[in-house]
Nanobody, 124 residues
Framework: QVQLVESGGGLVQAGGSLRLSCAASGRTYSSVVMGWFRQAPGKEREFVAA????????YYADSVKGRFTISRDNAKNTVYLQMNSLKPEDTAVYYC?????????????????WGQGTQVTVSS
């Protein structure tokens, strides 16, 4: 089992930056693929980014490619999402997720572990 706790959300102006962190506990953290998802009011949860176990491979949604960067520090049991050039449409609750599967997945139903979410609000 892996427990996940997000932090770092907040209110920022368009064009600004935020860094989200996801602290994980559990002996199997380093063996899980980690991802970030987001859910805006009235919309379905959508994939943002994912990173494999060794941090050698990453994958991004087209909407955030070139602006967001996912990384992980297995020694600290933490995964990060650096968000730059934020836009009002990035406003959502951001969730950290983990899966013991071997490969990166973009579908939320392939992730077994979820954090409680952190609110990101981008003002225009």
């Amino acid at each position: 089992q892996v427990q996940l706790v997000e932090s770092g959300g907040g209110l920022v102006q368009a064009g600004g930056s935020l860094r989200l962190s996801c602290a994980a506990s559990g002996r199997t953290y380093s063996s899980v693929v980690m991802g970030w998802f987001r859910q805006a009011p009235g919309k379905e949860r959508e994939f943002v980014a994912a990173i494999n176990r060794s941090a050698g491979n990453t994958y991004y949604a087209d909407s955030v490619k070139g602006r967001f960067t996912i990384s992980r520090d297995n020694a600290k049991n933490t995964v990060y999402l650096q968000m730059n050039s934020l836009k009002p449409e990035d406003t959502a609750v951001y969730y950290c997720a983990g899966t013991p599967r071997m490969t990166i997945a973009t579908s939320s139903n392939r992730y077994d572990y979820w954090g409680q979410g952190t609110q990101v609000t981008v003002s225009s």
